[in-house]
């Protein structure tokens, strides 16, 4: 292998297959990918003649493979639930891991809710209290035994780790959506809720990432039982943190009393076996809750807004609720600017606010074109809609390093993002597209559609259609958006990057 140089990916598949015949003594039948959800590590199970399975890995990331396969052996050696190692070609990137099957907790969640509604069910809550009462283990036992010298990229959910949550949903959620702020004064708060946080005992095991579809459920002898993967992030840190992330997590959707009883069985549980008492780990409760929504928000923003990623996007929603029911009981720090932006996430994405999908839904249909070739033709049937002309904006496309670019490039994102004119435009666009959704939705229309023009159909019409479909699609769950670039086959092409 040349250093520096990415293994293609036969060669990886045939280094987990090489593990395999070490570990089952000969060659798997069958290799299949294994899906790998927001991961940037590959997956694919290996089955053998007679039905054994195991399933290989890559990860890219030679430090955070090590730390996942050191604490998979301490966690294994302490009888937790967690997938035996069965080999590891570190040098490539490469380990072949026990099988632990294809069902989630959230696939378990998604499986057992009636249809339509979006609630926890309550016949899912027993797996939940087993994982609360794991979870402890993972937190004290590990807390002694895993060597944080080999954590990534930090030892300890310490300042440094607390602040480089805080800016990344500072950078990946307010500005890409758009939210308005001073960044003093939210430098401020972030340092006053550090602060907060780290007053607290911080010596356990921090799972980082424990939520619905980091939990494996497996059948044992006496029914489903939990079993844990992707706790490649741990860092010594509060035993507040993965309990938030776990009861908090916006796609399993618990509701409020689901959510108080579990955390009452969880301090419960520590409280029995001397770990901490319930008055000093509420103290810290809200700070921990509030931290991990706006982990989360900054990642469902990188995921949906600048990878463009909508289903990252749809539980925007579900975060604004969470925070709404913070807020209304009142932050845990005087965070005045940090409160005032929580504020507007939940009125543009709290769900409260939105009306109702009226059967058979809308459908909203936003196109960009150049006024040259003419007006966009409706092929709705309802006579057209909007259409706003975006030549007052300023032009990138008059500059020579933008000329081969499109409103698609985030150069050119860029550039019109942060023009005061091109917000002030955009945000009386959406106030009337929103407002003309909601009265669509009410009186039972079934389509709308919105055209964005400007003189090539390239930069500042593609822009402004991109913009209102990531708006709809995370504040408007209930409509059906269809984006065109008429003017795209004129586009110059130009080389692939690199």
């Known amino acids: 292998m040349v250093p520096g140089r990415a293994i293609p990916g036969k060669a990886l598949v045939d280094l987990a297959s090489a593990l395999f015949v070490e570990w089952h003594g000969e060659p798997p039948q069958d290799i299949r990918p294994v899906a790998a ?46 997938p035996e190692v069965y080999g590891a070609d570190e040098r490539s ?34 797996l939940y209290r087993q994982v609360l009462e794991i979870l402890p283990r993972f937190q004290v036992e590990g807390g002694k035994r895993i060597d944080f010298r080999r954590a990534y990229p930090r030892a300890a959910f310490d300042r440094q780790s607390i602040l480089w949550d805080l800016n990344y949903f500072k950078y990946h959620f307010l500005k890409l959506a758009h939210i308005p702020f001073n960044e003093a004064h939210l430098e401020r708060d972030f340092s006053r809720l550090a602060r907060h946080l780290l007053a607290g005992d911080r010596s356990r095991f921090l799972y980082r990432d424990l939520q619905s579809r980091n939990v494996m459920v497996r059948q044992g002898t006496e029914g489903p039982e939990p079993w844990f993967i992707d706790y490649q992030g741990g860092r010594r840190g509060a035993l507040q943190y993965d309990v938030a992330s776990l009861l908090y997590d916006s796609k399993a959707n618990l509701g409020r009393r689901q959510r108080e009883a579990l955390l009452d069985h969880y301090i419960g549980v520590i409280e029995s076996h001397g770990v901490a008492r319930r008055e000093e780990f509420l103290e810290l409760w809200p700070g921990y809750v509030l ?9 469902y923003g990188y995921r949906g807004f600048f990878e463009r990623k909508p289903r990252f996007l749809q539980s925007v929603p579900y975060a604004a609720e969470n925070l709404r029911g ?22 543009r994405w709290g769900r409260e606010a939105e009306p109702s999908a009226v059967e058979g839904g809308l459908q ?17 049937g309802h006579g057209g809609g909007y259409v706003f002309d975006c030549r007052g904006l300023p032009n990138p496309g008059r500059e020579e390093a933008y000329r081969n670019l499109t409103g698609l490039d985030e150069e050119t994102i860029a550039f019109i993002a942060a023009r005061p004119e091109a917000q002030e435009f955009w945000e009386r666009v959406r106030g009337i597209v929103d407002a003309h959704i ?61």
């Open 37 to 82: 959800d927001g991961s940037t590590r590959s997956y694919w199970r290996l089955t053998a003649r007679e039905g054994a399975s195991a399933v290989g890995a890559h990860g890219p990331d030679p430090m955070e493979n090590r730390a996942f396969l050191s604490y998979s052996r301490t966690l294994r050696e302490l009888g937790l639930p967690v």
């Open 326 to 347: 913070l807020l209304e009981g009142g932050l845990p720090v005087d965070v005045p600017e940090l409160e005032g932006a929580l504020r507007a996430i939940v009125d």
């Open 93 to 126: 990137g490469v380990w072949l891991l026990e099988d632990l099957g294809d069902t989630t907790l959230f696939d378990a969640i998604k499986e057992a809710r009636e249809p339509g509604s979006d609630a926890l069910p309550d016949a899912v809550l027993p």
């Open 438 to 498: 909601a009265n669509y939705l009410e009186r039972g229309f079934h389509s709308l559609s919105v055209h964005f023009g400007c003189t090539g159909g390239q930069h500042r019409s593609v822009y402004m259609a991109e913009r209102l479909r990531q708006h709809l699609s995370v504040r408007r769950p209930d409509v059906r958006v269809e984006v065109t670039h008429r003017e795209s086959a004129d586009w110059p092409r130009r080389p692939a990057r690199v």
């Open 291 to 299: 931290v991990r929504l706006l982990q989360a928000l900054g990642a």
């Open 364 to 380: 909203v249909t936003v196109s960009s074109f150049r006024y040259p070739g003419g007006y966009p033709a409706d092929t709705s």
